[in-house]
Nanobody
């Protein structure tokens, strides 16, 4: 059974940084494509970043240059490094298995204060 568990969210001031983690079980992240998405209050869930099994990455324009997606195969964990955070980055962040099915984590809250 596939399980994705996010962690690392919190309250941070604008300009600060956080590292989100998505620990997976039931699958090997090294052979799957993974993504991070976010949902702000009153808004639809939106794409943030993806990483393929081959290590290729893609970012939404509104986070490119500030966020970095990475993967640790030994820990079976995908990370999202958030730098230069803005108040508009406030959202619940979810990791998502892209390769098959419809698996999402429970989300982790990121709140950026001004």
């Amino acid at each position: 059974q596939v399980q994705l568990v996010e962690s690392g969210g919190g309250l941070v001031q604008a300009g600060g940084s956080l590292r989100l983690s998505c620990a997976a079980s039931g699958i090997f992240l090294s052979i799957n494509d993974m993504g991070w998405y976010r949902q702000a209050p009153g808004k639809q869930r939106e794409f943030v970043a993806t990483i393929t099994s081959g290590g290729f990455t893609n970012y939404a324009h509104y986070v490119e240059g500030r966020f970095t997606i990475s993967r640790d195969n030994a820990k079976n964990t995908v990370y999202l490094h958030l730098n230069s955070l803005k108040t508009e980055d406030t959202a619940v962040y979810y990791c998502h298995l892209l390769s098959y099915g419809d698996y999402w984590g429970q989300g982790t809250q990121v709140t950026v204060s001004s």
